[in-house]
Each structure stands twice: as structure tokens, then as C-alpha cells.
């Protein structure tokens, strides 16, 4: 689904073709438009209605020339050249439609359509951060258009900032009831994507019974179920869509064979999938998300059936697509030397260390239970595991010992260099603003303990260290091949992150400086830490989760040996684990990156000290 532009409103009065062009009488409106040129070929009024009547008959191209005609003889008016930018758009000439968008800017800077409508260019360019901001000033200008609020709060999306989306969005209610069917649908993903999964849900499903978009929002609720591991459902409402073959919407029929394609990849027929998914791909302009995603999901499923040579391919293309948004977020993400997880750089040394000042610190059960490791490592499993038992509650991956941090650095001392500085009102303020954050998204109950899964939050333990020193720490480690291998082949949106995988060089060097990181912290801060070995949980899952309860002083540690089932009750899981932690535990991922091993031997040399220390073999 398109967004609309705003076509500028003809200036002046014309009664006759005006009215009729008003009125939604698009052909008598361009017969009368046509009879008043014939007898006055310069009235620009006439003219404008033409071209806007064949821009709402879908005849975009012809209204191009009536348009490229009215800025030469009117090259001031900003109006007509919006109007020139609109019918280019809707014509597919992308690049002359921004200049001429450009142009009405000029002329008119404070225009809330002029910025609306390049904003909306800018979202099917992919200029993410020049779309979001000109689409953020047409709503200073104009804060009850709700179109311009909903795509500035998808850009806000896609720049990383969720708060200023939530903020768009947050009297949705108030006015969702005054949009079309279309633009509901667009605000429920948004919801989803924010995390409301039941009102995104309830939002999609209100949009069954309207027939002018029931078979989108049908679409789209069977992405979200998949997502959610709902694939019954799921499968009977792919049972209710036409058959793609016989719909004439294009976007609509590309979507009825994703969602087709992730049903069958979710029953396991990966053939079909892989064909359906192929047919898609190629078509879309280069750093597209939906290209990067179907990428993505391409060498996956090539992994899955054993096409590896297909899976590498279509790995790289992912990734350059990928770049191209990230470097719009942080140009220096492009500099081959940039450090992705410049946190490394923020290390405490021994002197450092014998200079803390002691401070009272909360009791282990006072304390969270930290869920750490390199990404991929397995750690979703194990926090899916923790969270089935009753005397744990866990929370998806959130930011807020980062945000801790930087409260730290609010109060004037620099983190990590000063934290022996802080004194025990100081603690206990970081605490509180921890806590605050977590009661945001999780609420334990009385007895209950945290569970915090964020796996890179294993490098900030100079602050955990500091503020919980009795937390439990679990470790999770897997062969470094398969955790880089697993990183490279997933989607994910951080920019950083983004870049940090794009190589696999880039990748491998980065994993090795985080696991240096950790094991030389480790050894200075002396933290209570229990290794959990993925490959171990799979050899021998029984006697790791009792030796995990014991580490814990969980009494009973039954609920962990269920936990896909409480995965598949949970709903969503905000990981790209998703689908996998539905499932018992299972061997297919190990070794994986055996069947890459020509692309791996450049970066093992990278790899083996950690290899080494965590006691795996290449």
C-alpha cells in the first residue's frame, strides 16, 4: 500500500469543471477542463483540474505533460510543481518527482504539504532520516493530519527511535476512527511493531468485514500470527485469500505470497517456499526492507535444504541492502575502521577496580538475574526457560543498563572511569532508575526475581558489578563459528549491529574483541557467573538445567524442562529465535558453519583464541 501524496487544491475559482472535479465527477470535470482550454489554451485553473482528474483515473502519465507544461508557463507557483511531483511519483519517475517536490519546497519552505509530500517520496527511497524529518516539521505545521503522523512514526522506526514513535502514536485511539481502512491497517503494524500486540491484533481483525481492505488486513494478520506461533490460525486464513494468480493489486498479490510462503515454511515445505519467495525477489528498488527481509528469509531457507552456495548469495546481497539504510542513520559506519561496539573501548582497569568505595548492594534475590552472551549464543532459549518458571519473570531485550549508564554520565562522572566515585545515594538512585524501567515492561510479582536477557549487556559488567554485585550471572557460550555464522545470517535493525555483520571479517573481529572483553573483566570483577554451554543443553539437557536450578536456588526446576510449551502460550518473543524456541531442544544447528567452512577460513585465525578458551575445536 502506496502512500497517498497530497495533490494541491487549484487555485482560483472555475465553477463549471471545478464543482464537477469536487464532486468526484472526474470525467465530466476533465471534458469541461478539455472544452475550456480549446477556447482558452492558458488558463492555468483548467488546466490543474485536468491533470488532477487524470491523476485520480489512474492516467498519471498523461497528466506529466499538462503538469511539465503549467511550471513552464508558472515556474513560481509552488502548487503546480507539487502537482508535477505527484502524478511523476504516481507515474513511477522517482527521481524527476523529487526534483520537482524540491522545487515546490523552495518556493514555499513552510508548507506542511510541500514537506508531507517529499517526506512520502523520501519513505519509497528509503532516505529514512530525511523522510522522518520532513514528515515530523508537516506535523508541527499541521499536527491533525494523521497520514503525516503515521509514516513519521514509521520513520521514527526505522531511525531506531521507538520513544518518538510511541509518542505519535499514543492518542491513536482518539483519531484512528476517522482514517480508511488502509491507513488502520498501517497504524496496527505500527502497534505490533511497538510491542501492543493485542491492540495491533484487535486492529487488523476490525478490518476483516471491510471489503476494500479485508484481504490486506487478512494478509497481514496471518504475518503476525506466524510471528506470534499461532500457525493454525494462521493456516486458516491463508485458506480464505484468493489465489495470488488471480489478483490484480500487485502489492496485494506479492503479499498473499509471503504470507504463503512463511506458512509453508512453517509446515515444512521449503520448496515451495523457496519458489514463492524467488518470485518476489529482484523487483523491488535496491534497500528496500521487504527486499532485505525476503533476502534474509532466502538464505535461510537455502540453508535449510542445503543449498549453501544460494544461502551465501543471497547473504550479501541482505547485507549490502542493509547498509544502505544504516549509513543514512551513521555515515561512519561506511569507515571500514569504525568499531561497531565501540563499548568495548569502555574497560576498567585494576587500579581502577581497587579504588571502589564500598556501598551497601541488594541481596541476590534482591537483585536481577542477568542472561549474557554474544548474540545468537542461545540465550533467547534460556531466558524462555527461565521465564516458565513461576518464581522468574523475564523481559524482551531492552536498553536499560545502557540507560543507566548514561543517567550515570547525566550526574557528571564518566563511565566506567568513575564508578568507584559513587556513593551510596548515588547507587541507589542508578537502581531506582533501573527498576523504573523495567516496571515499565515487567511487572514481577511479590517472591518473584527479574530475569534480564540483552546479551550484549556483557559488556557493561564494570556496572553491574558495581550496582548488583550479588546478581546471578548465566554465561551462554556456543562454538564462536556457529554464533558468527548465526549473527551473519539474521536481519537485524540497530545500525551499529547492521554493520558490525555485514562481513564476515567485520563480524569475527568483532566477536573476538567482545569475548576478550568479557573474560578480562571477568577475572578483574570476580562476578557470580554459571556457564551455560549451548552445546551441552543439547547433549545433555537434564543435568545442565539441575546444575543451573542449584546455581540459582531454584527448589524446583521442572517448570525449565517445559519451556517450549510456555513459548508457544507466550505469544511473541521479540527475538529472531522465534520460531526455534517453540521447539525442544534440537542438534541441527551445530557445526553449521561446516558447510561454510571456505568462506570461514579467512576469519578463523580471528576466532581460535576464543575457540581455544572456551575449549571447542575447529
Known amino acids: 500500500m502506496q502512500q497517498n501524496s497530497h495533490a494541491a487544491s487549484p487555485p482560483g475559482s472555475a465553477p463549471d469543471f471545478l464543482e464537477a472535479f469536487q464532486r468526484g465527477q472526474l470525467g465530466q470535470a476533465e471534458r469541461m477542463a478539455r472544452e475550456r482550454l480549446a477556447g482558452q489554451g492558458g488558463d492555468a485553473t483548467a488546466a490543474n483540474v485536468l491533470g488532477l482528474s487524470l491523476l485520480h483515473q489512474n492516467r498519471p502519465g498523461e497528466a506529466v505533460a499538462i503538469f511539465e507544461e503549467l511550471v513552464r508557463r508558472n515556474p513560481a507557483e509552488a502548487s503546480f510543481w507539487s502537482n508535477l511531483g505527484t502524478v511523476l511519483r504516481a507515474d513511477g519517475r522517482l527521481a524527476d518527482a523529487e526534483r520537482a517536490y524540491e522545487r515546490a519546497l523552495q518556493l514555499q519552505p513552510h508548507e506542511p504539504q510541500a514537506l508531507a509530500n517529499l517526506g512520502f517520496l523520501l519513505v519509497d527511497l528509503k532516505r529514512v532520516v530525511r523522510a522522518r524529518d520532513l514528515l515530523l516539521a508537516a506535523l508541527r505545521l499541521q499536527p491533525g493530519d494523521a497520514e503525516v503522523r503515521i509514516y513519521a512514526a514509521q520513520m521514527c522506526l526505522e531511525c531506531g527511535d521507538e520513544a518518538q514513535a510511541k509518542d505519535l502514536l499514543r492518542d491513536w485511539r482518539h483519531w484512528q476512527a476517522r482514517l480508511d481502512g488502509v491507513l488502520r491497517v498501517e497504524v496496527a503494524a505500527l502497534l505490533l511493531r511497538l510491542g501492543d500486540d493485542a491492540d495491533g491484533e484487535a486492529l487488523l481483525r476490525d478490518q476483516l468485514d471491510d471489503p476494500r481492505i479485508a484481504d490486506v488486513a487478512r494478509t497481514r494478520l496471518i504475518l503476525v500470527l506466524e510471528r506470534f506461533n499461532r500457525i493454525d490460525e494462521a493456516r486458516a486464513l491463508l485458506a480464505q485469500l484468493p489465489d495470488p494468480d488471480r489478483v490484480g493489486d500487485p502489492a496485494l498479490r506479492e503479499e498473499i505470497m509471503e504470507a504463503s510462503a512463511m506458512i509453508a515454511s512453517r509446515t515444512g515445505d521449503m520448496p515451495k517456499a523457496r519458489a514463492l519467495l524467488e518470485a518476489l525477489v529482484g523487483g523491488i528498488p535496491p534497500g528496500n526492507r521487504k527486499e532485505v527481509d525476503r533476502w534474509f528469509l532466502l538464505a535461510k531457507w537455502c540453508d535449510q535444504v542445503g543449498d549453501y552456495r544460494a544461502a551465501m548469495d543471497y547473504l550479501r546481497r541482505a547485507h549490502d541492502g542493509q547498509m544502505k539504510v544504516a549509513v543514512q542513520l551513521v555515515p561512519d559506519l561506511a569507515e571500514p575502521g569504525t568499531n561497531p561496539l565501540n563499548i568495548i573501548d569502555y574497560s576498567v582497569t585494576a587500579e581502577q577496580r581497587r579504588g571502589w568505595a564500598q556501598v551497601a548492594a541488594p541481596s541476590m534475590q534482591d537483585s536481577p538475574i542477568f542472561v549474557l552472551g554474544f548474540p545468537r549464543s542461545g540465550t533467547t532459549m534460556l531466558e524462555q ?224 583464541p576464543a575457540i581455544e578458551e572456551l575449549g571447542y575445536e575447529v
Open 385 to 608: 526457560m527461565l521465564d516458565a518458571h513461576p518464581g522468574l519473570v523475564s523481559m524482551d531485550e531492552r536498553p536499560f543498563v545502557q540507560h543507566v549508564i548514561e543517567r550515570m554520565q547525566a550526574m557528571g562522572l564518566q563511565y566506567p572511569e568513575q564508578l568507584g566515585a559513587l556513593d551510596a545515594a548515588q547507587c541507589a538512585d542508578l537502581r531506582d532508575h533501573y527498576w523504573r524501567s523495567v516496571r515499565e515492561v515487567a511487572k514481577p510479582a511479590p517472591g518473584q526475581r527479574l530475569v534480564d536477557k540483552n546479551p550484549l549487556t556483557m559488556l557493561r559488567l564494570p556496572l553491574l558489578a558495581r550496582l548488583f554485585p550479588r546478581s546471578k550471572i548465566v554465561f551462554v557460550t556456543r562454538h564462536p563459528c556457529d554464533v558468527v555464522l548465526s549473527n551473519y545470517m539474521q536481519h537485524f535493525n540497530a545500525p551499529a549491529y547492521v554493520a558490525l555483520c555485514s562481513s564476515l571479517p567485520r563480524l569475527a573481529a568483532g566477536y573476538a574483541a567482545a569475548m576478550k572483553f568479557w573474560r578480562e573483566h571477568v577475572a578483574l570483577l570476580q562476578p557470580d557467573v554459571f556457564e551455560w554451554r549451548y552445546e551441552t543443553a543439547i547433549a545433555d539437557f537434564d543435568g545442565i538445567v539441575s546444575r543451573l536450578g542449584g546455581f540459582l536456588e531454584l527448589e524446583d526446576v521442572g517448570p525449565l524442562r517445559d519451556f517450549s510449551e510456555h513459548a508457544r502460550r507466550k505469544g511473541y518473543i521479540g527475538t529472531p529465535s522465534y520460531a526455534q524456541v517453540v521447539q525442544p531442544v534440537y542438534s541441527s544447528s551445530i557445526g553449521r558453519w561446516r558447510h561454510y567452512r571456505e568462506a570461514f577460513d579467512p576469519v578463523i585465525p580471528l576466532l581460535k
